[in-house]
């Protein structure tokens, strides 16, 4: 009976070096070495991606971006003319130092009136024959009542004399909108519908307008103002009965604000030339 015990506990020490020695333990942890490997590799891929998107795209990947959206929604191929019209200038290129968080807009805005900044955007007083009522100088256009809100946040510090117009149907009815356009009015926030019907009933006004602001944010779903189906065609609906020809003209610039898709600008560059080349 005694001799019996120690042979049992020596093959149990025995069992356990063995599990220790166990090579496929060693496979094992090679196995999750690896898969932490991909996991960081895919978290830079990630990360960069990120950082691309949110690099501010040029005056020229603008300019592309746009022109396909508007010629793929509405169904349209613009003329040589019209193409020669839509410049690089049309389109405010945004600092990349400043990025494209909604805190960051107001410094965007500034840089892009420049030296007249102060005057044009915080000034709060009408000025006869000049400054009319009801008629912002920024209009920043998006997909819901709460993003409208959020932009106006990243204008905040510039809005203290003269307060931002909500031009958005949640919550606000079009009278006291109607009203609040009777005063000076430097930058106005809302939605297409909205902002459409404020034009047609003329309580809203375009004569000191010159920069649109299109926010390119994503929603929680993925839709931005150009994919999200009735906000979109609301808004090119909005666009082009109201600020095409003004743009064309040159008294209109626009700005998008968001992730604008690169490719689109390089891919219409060269459409731009082929329509060029056989004018």
């Known amino acids: 009976m005694g001799s019996g015990k ?74 040589s003319i019209e193409l020669e019209s839509i410049k690089e200038t049309c389109f405010v290129e945004l600092s990349q130092e400043s ?27 009408l000025v006869e024959g000049i400054i009319d009522p009801g008629s912002p100088a920024v209009l920043i256009i998006s997909t819901s009542a709460l993003r409208s809100l959020e932009l106006l946040r990243g204008v905040r510090s510039l809005t203290k004399e003269c307060h931002a117009a909500k031009l958005f149907s949640k919550h606000m009815k079009v009278e006291e909108q109607v009203a609040m356009l009777k005063n000076r009015v430097n930058f106005a926030s809302g939605t297409p519908s909205r902002v459409k019907k404020l034009i047609d009933i003329e309580a809203l006004g375009l004569s000191r307008l010159t920069m649109i602001v299109l926010d390119m944010h994503a929603d929680v779903k993925g839709y931005s103002l ?8 609301e808004f090119w609906d909005l666009y082009k ?22 490719a689109n600008g390089k891919e219409f560059k060269g459409k731009k030339e082929e329509s060029l080349m056989n004018k």
Do not use: Y
């Open 241 to 262: 009965d109201f600020f095409h020809q003004r743009l064309l003209q040159g008294h209109l610039r626009i700005c998008l604000f968001g992730p604008t898709p690169s």
């Open 226 to 233: 150009f994919t999200l189906p009735q906000v979109r065609d």
């Open 6 to 79: 120690p042979e049992r506990h020596s093959k149990t020490k025995e069992k356990k070096g063995l599990s220790l020695r166990n090579p496929s333990k060693k496979i094992n942890f090679k196995k999750k070495t690896g898969i932490n490997k991909k996991t960081d590799q895919s978290k830079n891929e990630e990360n960069q991606n990120k950082s691309e998107a949110s690099t501010p795209a040029s005056a020229s990947q603008q300019l592309g971006f746009f022109i396909n959206e508007f010629q793929s929604a509405n169904g349209v191929q613009l003329s």
């Open 99 to 125: 990025g494209q968080d909604v805190m960051a807009l107001g410094s965007h805005m500034k840089a892009a009136f420049g030296p007249s900044w102060k005057q044009v955007l915080c000034e709060g007083k």
